[in-house]
């Protein structure tokens, strides 16, 4: 036999050691801890002799005790990496706009390499080959050529520089006008799709002249053929070219505007749809392939339950009443002689009282008016002589479940608190003096004993209540704070890019919109020779822009789903956002972006990319399994209260719910 003093001793230990264990360890390793604890005092318990009703009361105990210990533990540990979170948030705020001025210049390149630089690239390729071969046709054809693309590369350049960021409404009408008026006469195009979504439309003709200005730049001559798919649910974009026979003029024309970018932006522009593109050479030459969903996506669904979360802390308490209840029940010497099933009343009963734990955030005000039906229930039951426990002692011990309840309305409910605080204050009050009053100690006038009863229990119903009204006060002063920091940073941010954004303007307006326009006036005065040689030199501005706008700050991207996308850059691969981009928490914008840089770290040889889902609930980062940091992902995601899984073909899946405010 134990001690006297080891009985207690011996639970203090474990209960510190499930703790600790909860604290610095996943949710997994101690929920493993609680099970072996909890075999440990069933075991114990029996191997002292006591009686299987004794085993199973301490054992309900234990339970409820480690379930509480390690919510507690749970707790403390997401709090911790939530305030670390905040404070990386915080630290990294002054980075943020000369960042976003950096994801501002790349936008720009990306632009300027689909527009302007493409535009210039067929005109000088196409007045080269005139001129080569002094076909007076050929010639003509060129300079009309020279003069219709020109205008549109002005057109294009002037929308930069005036600050625009868009061409408009685009449809798939966009691919035949480019298709009908490419100056190579070996392409073949057909196109089965009769619409698309304008978004899509727009990356899809940046697709096909990406492709083609390659095929013209490195194998002219060759046969080309564009198809523009409709398949179930996609639109499917291909471009396939013959080796053809490359020109060595041809492919220094625009040597330096390529380097693997304009792929590079096609890949995250196409991800940005919720598409795939894919480039590579096949049997017949090279062949480009870009796969758009034709139906919203949404990203993947999160989890109904999050055991590692906030719902998973109601649900330790949620034990805990239980196991007091039925637990207590059966440890108590004194209890009186039972009635033939009454222990199939009470069980329920106790059940039915705690399991409304488990939603006390999500719905404070249903989950109070299930517990206290009970007592009506107990009641009418003691009436009937169906059972012999009283409903006054029932509700004294476990009163705690109702005050938890009214914090948590305080705290969680709807905005009209303080009128349904009230009422249920009261509700409370009547209902536990009515089960006092109804109590067999009571002796005289029972309305009086009612009334007494329950405005003594009111009072710390009312307690409970204005707690949890004051702590959700203070949470909904420090997230206003939280947004109004957020608000300032953007305002701030927005300013500098606005100023960046003017800056490259300038420049551009100096020098490649001045060569585009020059470029138009000789094409329209017949010089072929003045147009190659404007071409060229808008070309060289070009590359020279370039160069600027794709040169990296050197500050770190900012710890924010915003930032992954820069990250994504500076790693030379892609990020894919699936449904729309919205900002999250601090703690979950830095979890996400933490997971990211991991994922990112354990490196990518392949095509692969990450993909953010952003939704209402909390966000969704999906990438390569970075097998040397398998862990540390696992760590950071448990810590947020998420989860990994796995997504098939060497891919993982983090969940990071948002916290309930």
Same mark, same amino acid.
């Given at each position: 036999m134990l001690?006297?003093?080891?009985?207690?001793?011996?639970?203090?230990?474990?209960?510190?050691?499930?703790?600790?264990?909860?604290?610095r360890r996943t949710a997994g390793v101690a929920a493993g801890g609680v099970v072996v604890?909890?075999?440990?005092?069933?075991?114990?318990?029996?191997?002292?002799?006591?009686?299987?009703?004794?085993?199973?009361?301490?054992?309900?105990?234990?339970?409820?005790?480690?379930?509480?210990?390690?919510?507690?533990?749970?707790?403390?540990?997401?709090?911790?990496?939530?305030?670390?979170?905040?404070?990386?948030?915080?630290?990294?705020?002054?980075?943020?706009?000369?960042?976003?001025?950096?994801?501002?210049?790349?936008?720009?390149?990306?632009?300027?390499?689909?527009?302007?630089?493409?535009?210039?690239?067929?005109?000088?390729?196409?007045?080269?080959?005139?001129?080569?071969?002094?076909? #007076?046709?050929?010639?003509?054809?060129?300079?009309? /050529?020279?003069?219709?693309?020109?205008?549109?590369?002005?057109?294009?350049?002037?929308?930069?520089?005036?600050?625009?960021?868009?061409?408009?409404?685009?449809?798939?009408?966009?691919?035949?006008?480019?298709?009908?008026?490419?100056?190579?006469?070996?392409?073949? /195009?057909?196109r089965t799709a009769v619409s698309a979504p304008s978004e899509i439309a727009a990356v899809a003709y940046r697709v096909v002249r990406e492709a083609l200005t390659n095929a013209l730049r490195y194998a002219p001559g060759g046969a080309v053929r564009v198809g523009v798919d409709r398949e179930p649910g996609r639109l499917v974009v291909t471009i396939v070219n013959d080796p053809g026979e490359p020109v060595v003029n041809n492919a220094d024309v625009a040597r330096g505007m390529g380097g693997g970018y304009g792929l590079a932006g096609l890949r995250t522009a196409v991800a940005a749809c919720g598409g795939f593109l894919s480039a590579g050479p096949d049997d017949r030459g090279w062949a480009v392939r870009a796969d758009f969903p034709l139906t919203p996506d949404e990203g993947p669904a999160s989890t109904s339950y999050e055991w590692r979360g906030r719902q998973a802390s109601d649900a330790a308490l949620a034990i805990l009443a239980v196991a007091l209840s039925i637990g207590t029940s059966l440890l108590t010497t004194d209890t009186p002689e039972s009635?033939?099933?009454?222990?199939?009343?009470?069980? #329920?009963?106790?059940?039915?009282?705690?399991? #409304?734990?488990?939603?006390?955030?999500?719905?404070?005000?249903?989950s109070l008016a299930a517990a206290l039906s009970v007592y009506p229930v107990l009641l009418g039951a003691g009436l009937l002589g169906w059972t012999k426990q009283p409903a006054g002692d029932v509700f004294l011990w476990c009163l705690w479940v109702e005050l938890a309840l009214l914090y948590a309305l305080g705290a969680y409910g709807p905005r009209a608190r303080r009128?349904?605080?009230?009422?249920?204050?009261?509700?409370?009050?009547?209902?536990?003096?009515?089960a006092l009053a109804c109590g067999p100690g009571i002796v005289g006038d029972r309305a009086a004993a009612w009334a007494v009863l329950a405005l003594g229990v009111s009072v710390p119903s009312a307690v409970a209540w204005g707690l949890g009204l004051a702590v959700g006060s203070r949470r909904a002063r420090r997230h206003a704070a939280v947004a109004w920091e957020r608000d300032l940073l953007g305002r701030e941010t927005?300013?500098?890019?606005?100023?960046?954004?003017?800056?490259?303007?300038?420049?551009?307006?100096?020098?490649?919109?001045?060569?585009?326009?020059?470029?138009?006036?000789?094409?329209?005065?017949?010089?072929?020779?003045?147009?190659?040689?404007?071409?060229?030199?808008g070309l060289a501005a070009l590359r020279e822009s370039l160069?600027?706008?794709?040169?990296?700050?050197?500050?770190? #991207?900012?710890?924010?789903?915003?930032?992954?996308?820069?990250?994504?850059?500076?790693?030379?691969?892609?990020?894919?956002?699936?449904?729309?981009?919205?900002?999250?928490?601090?703690?979950?914008?830095?979890?996400?972006?933490?997971?990211?840089?991991? $994922?990112?770290?354990?490196?990518?040889?392949?095509?692969?990319?990450?993909?953010?889902?952003?939704?209402?609930?909390?966000?969704?980062?999906?990438?390569?399994?970075?097998?040397?940091?398998?862990?540390?992902?696992?760590?950071?995601?448990?810590?947020?209260?998420?989860?990994?899984?796995?997504?098939?073909?060497? $891919?993982?899946?983090?969940?990071?719910?948002?916290?309930l405010p």
């Open positions: 001690s006297g003093w080891l009985w207690w001793v011996v639970p203090l230990i474990v209960t510190v050691a499930l703790y600790g264990l909860a604290l604890a909890l075999v440990l005092t069933a075991g114990t318990a029996s191997a002292l002799g006591e009686s299987p009703r004794s085993v199973t009361g301490v054992t309900l105990l234990a339970a409820g005790l480690a379930a509480v210990t390690w919510a507690l533990g749970r707790a403390r540990r997401r709090g911790r990496a939530t305030r670390r979170a905040a404070a990386v948030f915080r630290a990294a705020a002054p980075d943020v706009p000369g960042v976003a001025a950096e994801a501002e210049r790349h936008r720009i390149a990306a632009e300027l390499h689909d527009t302007a630089a493409h535009r210039l690239t067929g005109i000088a390729v196409g007045a080269a080959s005139a001129l080569r071969l002094t076909d #007076p046709a050929l010639v003509a054809e060129a300079a009309r /050529y020279a003069a219709e693309t020109g205008r549109l590369a002005t057109q294009e350049l002037e929308r930069l520089t005036t600050g625009g960021t868009g061409s408009g409404s685009a449809d798939l009408a966009d691919v035949d006008a480019l298709a009908a008026t490419w100056p190579e006469p070996r392409l073949t /195009y057909v009635l033939p099933g009454e222990a199939a009343l009470l069980v #329920p009963l106790f059940f039915a009282h705690a399991l #409304p734990l488990g939603l006390r955030r999500r719905a404070p005000l249903f009128r349904w605080g009230a009422l249920a204050t009261a509700a409370v009050g009547a209902t536990g003096g009515l927005a300013t500098v890019v606005l100023a960046e954004r003017n800056r490259l303007a300038a420049g551009l307006r100096r020098s490649a919109l001045r060569h585009a326009r020059a470029i138009v006036v000789a094409a329209d005065a017949g010089q072929l020779d003045t147009v190659l040689a404007e071409a060229r030199a160069s600027e706008l794709r040169r990296q700050s050197g500050d770190d #991207p900012p710890p924010t789903i915003a930032g992954i996308a820069l990250l994504a850059v500076r790693h030379q691969t892609t990020v894919r956002y699936a449904g729309a981009r919205r900002e999250a928490s601090p703690s979950v914008e830095v979890a996400a972006f933490r997971v990211a840089e991991l $994922m990112l770290r354990g490196g990518i040889r392949d095509e692969r990319e990450i993909t953010v889902a952003c939704r209402a609930d909390g966000v969704a980062v999906s990438g390569p399994s970075a097998t040397r940091e398998d862990r540390r992902v696992r760590a950071l995601a448990d810590a947020a209260g998420g989860s990994v899984s796995d997504a098939g073909d060497g $891919m993982v899946r983090v969940w990071l719910p948002e916290v």
